[in-house]
């Protein structure tokens, strides 16, 4: 079924679990998540970039964000588990409006990347608008940053907890992504992965409310080996380590974002399968090799994050 985004994540943040939120470009993945959330009976959210409804909708974004909807809608109320669509780090006002006006569960509106206030007050006008609509809204405080070996730069992009008390009060934002040393993509860490889980306590008690944890993914090595066995060259590819998720979870955290873990786990089966069956011309499967291996990985996800059978 079709869901909140909201509910999904109070339920979560009631109960002390977290609920994937997976990024999908294209139908493939797509099919993938909603499939492993239904056989895990699991709540799901899937979540398209600006760059992914531009993607869907063949350079038009808001022809995007109405192809995301109509496949995400197709699909959610073809099985029982609650699915909702998420925009991911919407930056632009434009994008949230197309969101906002196609029916997506929720946006985030991202603009960690200015001055506090500016982030306060940008955030505020997207929730006055999403909110009487029914659509819940997520912001991020602090920089995901790449890493830095330097303790007093990596200080400065994280979250501060009393920065956060007064944000969550002031916007009445949702879900909160505060930033804890994680970032995007496959390389997260360079020597020993470091979360500031301290930070992270302060600012569950200080807000209370859901808390995302963005550049989430684990990064599976034996999928970066399989990768690089079939003519990838990706070397230094570090995650978050399992025990750092799970105590992140403990801490509070109730959506986890993951997009890496599958764009991996998808280019290392598709490079299997076509140096194995150089004769294969059928996309469906050539494609549905990688769609199946992104069943698992999603699957294997859900019950790591404690969302298996919440549905
Ligand atoms: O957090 C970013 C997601 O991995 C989406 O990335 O902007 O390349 O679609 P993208
Ligand atoms: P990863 O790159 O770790 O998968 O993070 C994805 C993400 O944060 C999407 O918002
Ligand atoms: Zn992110």
Not at 62 to 69: E, K, N, P, Q, S
Not at 135 to 162: F, H, Q, T, Y
Not at 188 to 206: I, P, T
Not at 219 to 242: F, M, T, W
């Amino acid at each position: 079924m079709y869901a909140s985004t909201k509910e999904i994540l109070e339920k979560a943040n009631k109960e002390g679990y977290a609920v994937g939120a997976f990024n999908f470009n294209d139908l493939e993945f797509l099919q993938a998540i909603v499939e492993a959330a239904d056989a895990e009976n699991a709540p799901v959210i899937v979540a398209t970039s600006e760059g992914a409804m531009k993607y869907l909708g063949n350079g038009d974004p808001f022809r995007g964000a109405r192809m995301a909807y109509e496949m995400v809608r197709t699909f959610a109320d073809s099985v029982n588990v609650p699915v909702a669509l998420h925009l991911d780090h919407g930056k632009h006002l434009e994008f949230i409006l197309y969101a906002l006006r196609t029916g997506y569960s929720s946006v985030m509106i991202d603009l960690s990347d200015k001055p506090f206030e500016e982030n306060l007050e940008g955030t505020k006008k997207v929730v006055e608008l999403a909110h009487p609509l029914g659509i819940s809204v997520e912001a991020e405080l602090g920089k995901l940053a790449g890493v830095e070996d330097n303790v007093s730069s990596r200080e400065s992009v994280l979250v501060d907890p009393e920065e956060a008390k007064k944000f969550v009060e002031e916007t009445n934002v949702d879900f909160l992504a505060p930033a804890i040393g994680t970032s995007h993509g496959a390389f997260k860490f360079k020597g020993e992965a470091k979360l500031d889980f301290e930070r992270l306590k302060k600012v569950k008690q200080y807000t209370k409310i859901p808390l995302v944890l963005h550049g989430a993914s684990m990064v599976p090595p034996e999928k970066v080996e399989l990768a690089n066995k079939y003519g990838a060259e990706i070397k230094g590819a570090k995650g978050v380590p399992a025990d750092a998720l799970k105590k992140a979870i403990e801490l509070g955290i109730n959506k986890v974002n993951v997009d890496t873990d599958l764009r991996i786990t998808f280019m290392a089966e598709l490079r299997k399968y076509l140096t194995e069956n150089r004769s294969q011309i059928d996309p469906r499967k050539i494609l549905g090799a990688g769609k199946d291996a992104l069943v698992e990985i999603v699957r294997d996800r859900i019950r790591f994050l404690g969302s298996n059978g919440k549905a």
